[in-house]
Structures are given as C-alpha cells and as structure tokens.
C-alpha cells in the first residue's frame, strides 16, 4: 500500500477548497464523524482530510475527482451511493467486482476503518478542482544540469538503446537497467507514484510522469543516470510523449513534450530538452451526443505520429480525440474528432496511420485515421477493453492484427486492420486458461512467435501470478507461466528486449517485500534472469528505449 507520510498537494487543496466552497456545511463537522440523527452522514474535518488522501489516491483514476465516473460509476450521492449505504459501499471496496473494481479491503491496501471512511465519503458531496495555473508551472520548474553542460555523446560504454527504464512505483523512483548485463546501473527519485516513462525520440532521455504531475528528465548517456531538469504540469496526471516527427515539415525531435493532465482537465506543452512550460490548453467541453457540459475531461493516452508534427491526445469524458499540430507551438492547429465516451489507453496499428484506443467504459475501440484525421470505426469488443498500447502481428489468413484484451471478461480480442474483408472487425477471440478477466497488458515484438498476456486484477491469487503465452500463427494458448513462489506479488506489464527474444515482467508485491523484474526467453518459454536486490520493491511499467522511441509493440 501507497502511506503517504504528507498530504498530496491535492488532497490539501481539496480541503481547503472544501473549506472554502461550504461543501463543509452539508457533510463536514469539526468533531464526531458518523451519522445525524435524521440519517444524514457527516464527517468530521480531519476525517475529511483523510478520506480525499484515500479517495484521490487509490478511486480517483477510474471515478473521477469529481466522483463523475469515468471507467468506473459514477459515485455522486444522488446517483447511487445514497442507495448504496454506507454497508453496500464497504462491500463493494472490500471485496471489488469481476468487472474490474479492485478488492481494496481484501488485498489489504485499505483497512477496515479506512473502507468505512470512504463509505460514508462517498455518501457526501465531493470537492471543487482548483486551477493548476502557468504561473504554478514556472515556479515548480527546475533545471539541474543545463543543456550547453550535458555530454554531446555517451560517457559509458553500454549499449544505452537497450537499457529497461523500471518503475518502482511505491518507492517513488526509477531504476535504469543495462538490458545485455541485467546491472542496475542507476536508481533516480522521481517521486510520488510514478505512472509511466517514454523516452526522447533520440532515445537518450527518459521522461517519467508522476500521478502528482510532476515530470522528471532523465539522462542516459552520463555516466550513470543522471536527473538533469524537473517540471509539474498539474495535480494528477497519466499520460506525457515527445515530438517525434523529423521531415519536409521542420525537425522537431526532441524539441517538445505534452503532458495530460487528469486533474485539472487540460495539456500542457513543455520545451523537451528543459522543461520550460511554454503552452496550457484547457480540454473541459460538451461531452459527444449530449447538451452536458464536462469539467472534468481528462487527458488519458498520447501518442506522437512518426509521418506528421502531430499529438493524438485522448480527451476521456468528453470522448473527443483531439490531434494537435505542434509545428507552431504558439498557434496550436487542433482538430476535435468526436468518437466514443471514456477514451483511456491505446497504440498504433502496424502502418503507424491508424490509431486504436480504447472507449472503456463503453466496450469499444475506436479507430482513428490519424493520416486523414477523421474516425475510421468503431468496433465492440468486450467488457472494458484495457489493450495498453495493443500489440501488432502479421497473421497468413488474417493479414495485421492488433489486439486488446480485457479488464471486465475473459478474452483477448483480434482486430483486422489491413484492407480487405473484415477490416476492422474482430476475426479471432481467444479466451485464457481459468475464469474471470483482469487482464492489464499485451505484447508482442516483430522478431517474436510470441503474444505475452498478463492478468494482475483476476480475483483468483494464481491467476494474477500467471503469464499467457499465445502463438501468432494459430492464435491459440501454448504456454502458461507461473512467477516463482519466493516472490509475493502479482505479474504485470510485459516489454520486449531491443533485439525481441526476452520479455520482461514485474512482480508487483507490497512496499515491504523485496520482489523482481523477471526475464523470459521468448524462444524457449523458460524463465532466464531474476533480476532482485533490496532495490526491487513495486516495480510495475518498464520500458526498452529502443522500442519505444519505435512504438514497437
Ligand atoms: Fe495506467 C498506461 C491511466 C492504473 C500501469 N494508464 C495508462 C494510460 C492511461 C492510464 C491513460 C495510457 C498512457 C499513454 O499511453 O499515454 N492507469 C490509468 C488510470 O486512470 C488507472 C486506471 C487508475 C489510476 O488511478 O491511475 C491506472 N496503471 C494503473 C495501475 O494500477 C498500473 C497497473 C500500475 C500503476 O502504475 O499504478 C498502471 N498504465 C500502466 C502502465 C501503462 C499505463 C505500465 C503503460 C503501458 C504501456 O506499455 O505503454
């Protein structure tokens, strides 16, 4: 479990603009929390204060800090959690639901004292966002090794492009592994609950993206990873890319970076290289096919094109891609494609035209075509599809596929998406040993036979310890892996080696256990290096610099 020994900034400034917006007054007293005598919850400040740390740390990301719903249901009093009761709420945190919904309480990440909190939070109306403005950026921004001081080439001798960027999540750092010698070579703190990394488009950086917002520039090529500038874009965040496009049009590697805020709602373009803010742009709009207008519309997955100066930005509630033209950074040229609501997570098809992102909340994926910019399909395909960036295989009958898997249902689904019949259309489901979904990630690699499918949040304890791997060809299930039983923890995210005979997985425990970073050989489907120490404690995402400057996936 998350213990933060300080407030998050937000949770302080959600208690203080509770305190300030009178929210107090319906559901806050400043001593004995529980119940009035008409039946009316009411919290007591400090339970308050509590209860937004818990909520914005461990609901937030799929409810909303609105409490709106996003991936998960809306938790308004008047929409449901009133009807809930405080005994229906603490239910359903402490046991989760096959669809998705962790098991707080049996996981023990909350207690029981904390669900009932959270349960009687719920019943009570939710904070305002403050603003995250400019002026906050510029005075978070820092820069520790200025450019015209970092090296013009490497000061090592390793074969960087092949180095594993490793987040330990609950620690609030960052490893850097040496991808051929499995040596730790550099651990940086980047702070709160690191989410996920992307490199520079050269490759020699990494860029880590806190859920707190804050961004950390890592250099590769000094001597050990070395941070060299910091930068915070908002409260919460999920989502950061560079600008990868080099051609007629101007070269603009490694000259921008966006970062998508969850809270407040907006992108902010930052300079690549220092991190100066230099662009905000508000996302909050209509939301598609209906007269509501939505504050919260959060930024979920970014992606850069290779072939135009483009972002594809993922506004969730609102279900708008927007494709955001950065060659003049001061004259941003955005078109808005209206798609599907609850935009979250998505990736490439094998062509780099086509962008495919899940609508989760809706069971969709929608596909845009990012060369034309207009919606190209939408296709359904199982309960919450969770594809990460998806995985691309070249298949005889089928031609390209991308996959997605499955949060709420047992199923990896396969996307046609070259041209012919069926396009765009699921021609393969395949459904993994054992019941229930939980699947996070799937992946692939162009040199590999192989398609690599975890399950972190099944219900079942073993499930979450296995690893599915299916073959390209026949598209069938071959082989079942087991994380070795020394290591408490549950198998998460996959990423291939540069060259794509390993696959990379974590075994993501608690803070206090000591777990790995454990290394398969994807020809022979045998597990070859164990990579733990004292160091390895909550590593989740991991990323190859190679393959993701290439979105090889
Ligand atoms: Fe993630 C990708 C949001 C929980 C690990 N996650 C993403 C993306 C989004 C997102 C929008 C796409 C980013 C992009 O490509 O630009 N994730 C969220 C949430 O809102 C959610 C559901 C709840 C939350 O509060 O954060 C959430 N994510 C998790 C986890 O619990 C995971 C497993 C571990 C962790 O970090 O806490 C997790 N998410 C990841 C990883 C990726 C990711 C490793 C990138 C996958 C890749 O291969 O690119």
Redesign the pocket.
């Known amino acids: 479990m998350i213990m933060w020994t300080k407030l998050n900034p937000i949770a302080l400034i959600l208690v203080a603009v509770l305190g300030l917006t009178g929210c107090g007054g319906a559901g806050v007293e400043e001593s004995a929390g529980a119940q009035n005598a008409d039946g009316t919850i009411v919290l007591t400040g400090a339970e308050m204060d509590r209860a937004s740390e818990i909520y914005f740390k461990?609901c937030?990301?799929?409810h909303g800090t609105l409490r709106k719903g996003a991936?998960g249901p809306s938790l308004l009093p008047e929409a449901r959690t009133s009807l809930l009761t405080t005994a229906g709420l603490k239910a359903f945190i402490t046991n989760g639901t096959p669809g998705g919904m962790p098991d707080w309480g049996r996981q023990g990440v909350l207690n029981e004292e904390e669900i009932d909190l959270i349960a009687r939070f719920l019943q009570v109306p939710p904070p305002v966002i403050p603003p995250y403005t400019m002026d906050d950026m510029k005075a978070a921004w820092k820069v520790y090794v200025p450019v015209e001081e970092r090296p013009t080439e490497p000061q090592h001798n390793r074969n960087w492009e092949n180095f594993f960027g490793v987040?330990l999540?609950d620690m609030g750092q960052v490893a850097i592994v040496d991808g051929d010698t499995k040596e730790q070579i550099g651990i940086v703190n980047t702070g709160f609950?690191?989410?996920?990394l992307?490199t520079s488009s050269t490759g020699r950086y990494f860029y880590s993206i806190g859920?707190d917002g804050k961004i950390t520039l890592i250099d590769l090529w000094t001597e050990t990873p070395t941070i060299v500038a910091e930068g915070k874009a908002s409260f919460d965040a999920?989502?950061?890319?560079v600008s990868k496009y080099n051609g007629p049009k101007g070269d603009f590697t490694d000259k921008y970076i966006i970062v998508?805020g969850?809270t407040p709602s907006h992108f902010v373009i930052f300079d690549a290289l220092t991190l100066e803010p230099l662009t905000v742009v508000e996302t909050k709009g209509k939301a598609l096919g209906s007269e509501e207008f939505v504050e919260e519309a959060r930024v979920?997955?970014?992606?850069a094109s290779h072939k135009d100066p483009l972002w594809v930005v993922?506004v969730?509630e609102t279900g708008m891609v927007w494709l955001v033209d950065y060659s003049d950074v001061n004259n941003l040229g955005i078109s808005q494609i209206p798609t599907a609501r609850f935009l979250?997570?998505?990736?490439w098809d094998k062509t780099g035209q086509y962008f495919l992102v899940a609508a989760n909340a809706e069971n969709k994926i929608v596909v845009v075509d990012v060369d034309n910019k207009k919606l190209e399909a939408i296709i359904e395909t199982g309960k919450t599809p969770h594809p990460?960036?998806g995985a691309n295989v070249v298949h005889s009958k089928f031609g390209n596929l991308w996959i997605t898997g499955h949060l709420g249902e047992n199923k990896l689904s396969f996307i046609k998406t070259s041209p012919g019949d069926g396009r765009w259309s699921v021609v393969k489901e395949v459904v993994l040993p054992g019941d229930g979904g939980g699947n996070?990630?799937v992946?692939t690699h162009p040199n590999s036979k192989h398609i690599w499918a975890d399950r972190?949040l099944n219900n079942n304890a073993d499930l979450q310890r296995s690893l599915f791997v299916i073959d390209t060809e026949t598209l069938e299930v071959i082989k079942t892996l087991t994380v070795p039983d020394k290591y408490a923890g549950r198998a998460?995210?996959m990423?291939y080696n540069k060259g794509g005979d390993e696959v990379w997985v974590s075994v993501?425990g608690t803070k206090e256990e000591v777990t790995a970073v454990l290394v398969f050989d994807d020809k022979t489907l045998t597990l070859k290096n164990e990579i733990t120490g004292d160091w390895v404690r909550t590593p989740?995402?991991h990323?190859n610099v190679y393959n993701t400057v290439h979105d090889i996936?």
């Not at 979250?344 to 990736?347: F, S």
Request: charged content about 25%; proline content about 2%; some cysteine.
């Open positions: 461990t937030a990301g799929c991936t987040v999540r609950a690191v989410h996920i992307r859920r999920r989502s950061i890319e998508g969850y979920a997955a970014i992606v993922n969730k979250h997570d998505g990736g990460g960036r996070l990630f992946k972190p998460v995210h990423e993501w989740t995402g990323f996936y």
